[in-house]
């Protein structure tokens, strides 16, 4: 039978920010709402952290508000249990690891103490664009922080119990997919992705967890076009080549420039390349970026210090 029933405001009556501040009193609908966007601080009202959703989720979000109001909360026997910080788990979230749960995700990297974590250009993969690696936390602390939300509970068997370490990740692909999970020698366990928008940005920006901080600082000088650009930019100069040299570092995106370096390339005398030869490589380079369709969104740079050349490409 129905125990409780609450009528929502009409959607004519204003945006579903607005509808769902003024029913954000209810305990239920507060339980709906903090599974895609935690518990609001001060710093951002709850109707413009809601109208910042995508589309997506804003129509889930409607789905169950919807229900609620239509059905209201079924009455149960009465039930004794032990209290819990658990958190609720949708429907949504059991069939597929989404925004959801990475907002968990970050919750239990604070919970583990990471914090403030800067990006590992070592250990990104060349398919990312960003990466951000936390390395050898203990395999049992992950299983106890993950079992406090029912959201991450499904994923605590991607975890490898037998090694008393694990690593955990999350970064942006440079296909403009954001991806979270965990990582080992083998290669990474990914708990699941989501497609990036403006809107998935703007909601990232505004997510309080320390262990975003890094990628929030990266993404509050980036559009979405910005990073599908980049990404594509990352992809093609992974394959390229600008001649004999013995080794090359891993690329770097910082303050919208992406760097890229070959060591012992050319000719040199006492550490510095000869004039002739950097004006042949650059120019190489330019006739190559030309055939590009990223080319023209950016700026290049071509240097070279102590038998390493660099290329930077910066976004206009």
Known sequence: ?????????????????QRVESMYSDEYVKNIVNRYIGETGSDIRLANAINL?????????????????SNGIQEKDPSVTASTDIEPLSESEATAAGKGIFHSFLKSLTALGQ???QEFSDSCPDEFLMFYLFESLDAESIKQVFG????LVPYIENIDYG????????????DGFLEYGASYEEGPRPFG????????????????????????????NLTYADIIALGRA??????????????????????????????GIGKWDNGKLDEA??????????????????????LISVKANSYWLYIHIKLK
Not at 1 to 17: P, V
Not at 148 to 151: A, D, H, I, L, Q
Request: charged share 30%.
């Open 1 to 17: 039978m129905i125990k409780k029933y609450i009528e929502f405001i009409s959607e004519s009556e204003g945006s579903l920010g």
């Open 53 to 69: 959703l995508d589309e997506r989720t804003q129509k889930e979000i409607e789905q169950q508000l919807d229900e609620y109001s």
């Open 115 to 117: 914090k403030d974590r």
């Open 148 to 151: 406090r939300f029912r959201s």
């Open 163 to 174: 090694r008393n370490e694990a690593d955990l990740y999350f970064g942006i692909r440079c």
């Open 193 to 220: 992705s989501f497609k990036l928008s403006q809107n998935a940005i703007k909601w990232i920006n505004s997510i309080d967890a320390k262990s975003a901080f890094a990628l929030r600082k990266e993404l509050v």
């Open 234 to 263: 990352k992809l093609d100069m992974t394959q390229y080549n600008p001649g004999y040299h013995e080794s090359k570092m891993k690329p770097s995106l910082k303050d919208r420039v992406l760097s890229f370096g070959y060591q």
């Open 277 to 298: 030869e950097l004006a042949n490589l650059k120019g190489n380079f330019v006739g190559w970026l030309l055939n590009k369709s990223w080319g023209s969104k950016f």
